[in-house]
Each structure stands twice: as C-alpha cells, then as structure tokens.
C-alpha cells in the first residue's frame, strides 16, 4: 500500500481506477497486509505459540473473517450476532471465545449450545445464569472470569478498560470469591482467566503492570486456570509522530509469565491485524473558501468513519495523486453530515486541491466499516478486497432502497 508512479495502490493498483470503476467511497483492504500483520503476530509471540482469537468487533466482514480462519485465526466475539458471522465464517467453535458484560440469556444460551471455547464472564449475576441455563440444558459449561486490573494502559479514555472506574471485569476481592463460588458448582468448569485493559495501548510497561499483578492473582486464588486471556489492544501508527508498541520486550515479559504457570495464552487483537490493512477512498465534493481556513469537503462522512467524531482520533489523509504544489493554508477535511463533528482532520498544509480529486483516508481497516451507520439516511459504502492483482466485492454498496 504506497505510491506507484506518484499514485496511491493497494496491491498495485491505482486507487484513482478503484475510485474511477467503484465510484466512492469505498473501503479497500490488502490482504497482503493483512497475512503479513498476522505472520508478525505469530512470529513475535513464537516462544510460547498463543491462540489467536480476532476481535470481531473491529471488522465484521464476513469474506474477511474467512481469510482470517485459513490463516489460522479463531475469533473474540462480544454479541450472538459476532458468534453466528464467526461460525458462518467456519471459525473451529473451539477457537471462539465470547466476551462482554451484557450477554443475554438468549446469548448465553446460543453460546452453549454451540459448545465453544469460553465464555468470559464480567459479573456475579451472569455467572449465576450462566449455571441456571447449564443445569437446565444438563451440560457442564466451560467459563472464564475477566478479571479488572485498575490498570492506566495510558490510551484514550474512551477505550480504556482495565481501570476501576470501567465497566468491564472484576475486582480482587470480588474476584476469589467468584473462583470459589464456581469451584462448588457441578455445572461450571472455571477453566480461564481473562483480562483487557484498553486499546490503541503503544507502550508495553501497562502490559507488564498487568502480568505481575495476575501473577500475583493466580497464587493467590490456588486455581489452575488451563487457559490466560491476556486480551488484545496492541496498537498501530496513525501518523509518523506515533511510536510503535515494542512487541520483543512484551513478548519477553509474557514468555517469562508463561513458563512460571503453564497456562495455553489466548490473544484477542483487531486493530493490530486489520488496523492498517485497510483504506478510505472518497472524493473531493467541494472546496469551501473562507477567510480562516479552507474546508475540504468529502463524498465520506462521519456515518462512514466514526472514530474522529467518537475519539477525537487521527486517521492520515493523503492524496491519490501526488503533486508538487503546495497549498500554505489552513485546511481541514470534512464529511456532508449535519453534525460540527463531522470533521476527520485539520492540516496547516496540503497540496493544491480541486472539486473532484481522489482522496485516501488511511488505516481506517480496524473501527471503520464496523462503526459506520446510516445516519443522514446516507447508504453504507462499498467493500473490497485486493488479493494478488484480484478485486473482490466483500460487501456490496448499499442503496437507499435498502434501507427504506
């Protein structure tokens, strides 16, 4: 995903005749990137050979989940709907785990039935549903507890999850006393420890924070956990300003941890795998002049790409066609959407722009397509997939018609 001849591919091809075939926006993702994020991934953490369970929830696409299965992915789900696409994507049940504080009964029960993996489980209350709906079907229910570090992983607040004041896990003292009530159950294995403490995390100290105190947790509980969810939250660069999490030292750390308990290590990352496979093409509508600054106003909007509206996050934006005039003026990149927050980025510089050009907004893979809506009554874009010189529709553009 570069420049070729001063225009922007994917795969070696021009995104001006993605752009020009497609019409935009369109979401294009390389499955290069996407199978070399996952060899790294697996590379790094060789030592100890962890299950990789793709977070679902930063990409939904159900042609993309199939790529992620014959790489040897299974899957992190948070809802029914993210277990039925992971199983319909032919994901081994037994490489699924399902995650989040709200599950349903109607969730809970679907799950077991499915007799997958793990499920993580984030309250007194569910667990006691969970045993209610064990007993009911005669099964002996594998689970985990996700436990709540009160760890800072110095990342956004909005995805922070592994501080006291979040609403994910269990505290220790809670916690023990949960080990012990599953313990007596006849219908309940506790089979995992589970843990998150945020995303978009480029620093491993948090990560380190974390290991010592489930170390810690462990000896103290006296239970074997077969199983320790470390979670994902690995982050990427955005913009060259943001230094790269240094996977080696918190591969060390891990590998230290698993060789004391002996425990099968589950990772849940997203972001990490799909983040920067994947690309926003849209188009320039117009060009707004003012006297401050020049607003730049895209065919893309907040409904296609959410996190600058949610996080306040960057996302580079740059060309599809590199030129050499430079524009010395404020500029700042909007979508259509009747909402002041509909704005993806302000830059003090770009190249000379005009009505119509082809803009790319990059690393958008990961919390793009899966946060878009229909807000403004806007259609979702289209999806694709750029294999070996091969475009493939992942997902068709959606019409208006579809949505009344």
């Known amino acids: 995903m570069n420049y070729i001849n001063r225009t922007y591919s994917v795969e070696n091809i021009s995104s001006i ?3 020009k075939k497609f019409g935009t926006p369109i979401y294009c993702y390389s499955y290069k990137k996407i199978k070399e994020n996952i060899f790294n991934f697996k590379e790094n953490f060789n030592s100890f050979k962890p299950l990789i369970c793709f977070s679902v929830k930063s990409n939904s696409n159900l042609y993309l989940l199939r790529e992620m299965k014959r790489l040897g992915c299974g899957a992190d789900v ?5 277990l039925i696409k992971a199983l319909k994507a032919g994901i081994d049940p037994k490489k699924i785990v399902f995650s989040g504080v709200g599950k349903t009964f109607e969730e809970l029960s679907y799950a077991i039935n499915k007799k997958i993996l793990l499920i993580n489980a984030e309250s007194k209350s569910e667990i006691v549903k969970i045993e209610k709906i064990a007993k009911t079907k005669k099964k002996t229910v594998d689970i985990g507890i996700r436990l709540n570090p009160n760890v800072d992983a110095k990342t956004l607040i909005q995805i922070s999850t592994g501080k006291k004041t979040n609403k994910f896990g269990i505290a220790e003292n809670d916690f023990y006393k949960l080990v012990n009530l599953v313990k007596k159950s006849k219908y309940l294995k506790l089979k995992c420890l589970s843990i998150h403490i945020g995303s978009q995390i480029l620093d491993y100290k948090p990560y380190v924070k974390m290991l010592k105190i489930l170390n810690r947790i462990i000896i103290n509980s006296g239970h074997y956990f077969e199983f320790i969810d470390l979670g994902g939250g690995m982050g990427i660069s955005y913009n060259d300003k943001i230094k790269k999490l240094n996977y080696s030292k918190y591969s060390r750390e891990v590998y230290k941890f698993y060789k004391k308990h002996k425990s099968k290590i589950i990772f849940e990352p997203g972001r990490s795998i799909i983040g920067d496979a994947g690309v926003l093409i849209c188009k320039v509508i117009y060009i707004k002049k003012t006297n401050n600054k020049n607003f730049v106003i895209l065919d893309a909007g907040m409904n296609d790409l959410m996190r600058p509206a949610l996080y306040g996050a960057e996302h580079k934006i740059i060309p ?19 909402e002041t927050t509909d704005s993806f980025l302000f830059l003090k510089k770009f190249q000379k722009l005009k009505e119509n050009d082809v803009i790319v907004i990059c690393d958008v893979g990961a919390y793009g397509m899966s946060l878009s809506s229909n807000y403004n009554l806007r259609p979702k874009p289209l999806e694709i997939l750029i294999k070996q010189n091969k475009i493939s529709i992942i997902k068709k553009r959606e019409k208006i018609l579809d949505i009344l």
């Open 17 to 19: 005749k993605l752009a």
């Open 78 to 82: 948070v809802s029914k709907g993210e």
């Open 320 to 338: 599809a066609q590199k030129k050499n005039s430079i524009l010395n003026k404020n500029i700042e990149f909007v979508g259509p959407i009747c």
